[in-house]
């Protein structure tokens, strides 16, 4: 078995990045479907409007439902192909991020991704569950590749609810634990391959940064401060543990997490409260 890595096409981080998305987007497309939800297009749409506008680029903004059900997809898929759009841009948390995968992967353009928590891996990957409209998983998107983008703008990600980070840390967390069962265990990779030395050191790397810096990271998202300690661990939550899952595989935290998602009881966590429980 080969061994396979993939990755987003272009990652960039740090505070204030978000102004600079026009330039890193023109070569994506001319016209894009914004796409997030209110929280998140209230602390992100003007800057990327204005920085689109720079570029001599259109922006058609539409707010994401909250689910990523078939027919939320559905509904965004149509507003695209109405307005002509050639890319997408997708903010926001873990839903609206994998419902802007799915909806590039139908109307067949790039993606660039901006993640305004740190609350999930899923920003890097591939990969795109959809849901049914009583939040049970129904089925797995993969794309063919990984986002064309992804943007991660630190001050946005300090002022968000701390709550947010924390679940990040606990997605990651467990990150060296699956990677390792799995590469043990011979897996195949989410990209039909063996899982290379590179993507199990970032692995280890990953859950090492977040238990070594958390606290400290913790501290600075409560003083909504984006300083050297919080961009490591938003380095660790977004990217390390997104590219790392993907290209060594995950275990059973995510297993059990999957299966939770059809009870009543754990829909008021978030993906990485379960995962790190």
């Known amino acids: 078995m080969s061994l396979i890595i993939g990755n987003p096409s272009k990652y960039i981080q740090g505070a204030g990045a978000i102004k600079d998305i026009g330039k890193h987007t023109s070569v994506l497309g001319t016209k894009a479907l914004l796409m997030g939800g209110r929280t998140a297009l209230s602390v992100s749409q003007r800057a990327i409007e204005e920085s689109c506008r720079t570029?001599?680029?259109?922006?058609?903004?539409?707010?994401?439902?909250?689910?990523?059900?078939?027919?939320?997809?559905?509904?965004?898929?149509?507003?695209?192909?109405?307005?002509?759009?050639?890319?997408?841009?997708?903010?926001?948390?873990?839903?609206?991020?994998?419902?802007?995968?799915?909806?590039?992967?139908?109307?067949?353009?790039?993606?660039?991704?901006?993640?305004?928590?740190?609350?999930?891996?899923?920003?890097?990957?591939?990969?795109?569950?959809?849901?049914?409209d009583e939040h049970t998983f129904e089925e797995l998107i993969i794309r063919p590749k990984n986002p064309d983008l992804v943007l991660v703008s630190t001050d946005i990600i300090a002022k968000a609810p701390v709550r947010f980070l924390v679940a990040g840390m606990g997605d990651a967390i467990c990150t060296k634990f699956e990677a390792e069962a799995c590469v043990k265990a011979s897996v195949m990779n989410f990209h039909e391959g063996s899982a290379g030395e590179s993507a199990l050191y970032l692995a280890r790397w990953c859950t090492d940064t977040v238990l070594e810096y958390g606290e400290k990271a913790k501290e600075s998202a409560q003083r909504g401060v984006a300083d050297h300690v919080l961009e490591k661990v938003v380095e660790a939550c977004v990217y390390a543990s997104s590219v790392s899952f993907e290209n060594c595989g995950l275990s059973i935290a995510h297993g059990y997490q999957v299966g939770f998602t059809g009870l009543k009881e754990t829909q008021q966590y978030l993906h990485g409260e379960i995962v790190g429980f």
């Open 55 to 132: 570029q001599k680029m259109g922006c058609v903004a539409e707010r994401f439902g909250g689910e990523s059900t078939r027919s939320e997809i559905n509904r965004l898929v149509n507003i695209g192909r109405e307005n002509k759009v050639n890319f997408v841009i997708g903010v926001g948390g873990g839903k609206a991020l994998d419902a802007a995968k799915v909806v590039s992967y139908y109307l067949e353009v790039p993606l660039a991704l901006v993640p305004t928590v740190a609350a999930t891996d899923a920003a890097c990957s591939a990969q795109a569950p959809i849901y049914t």
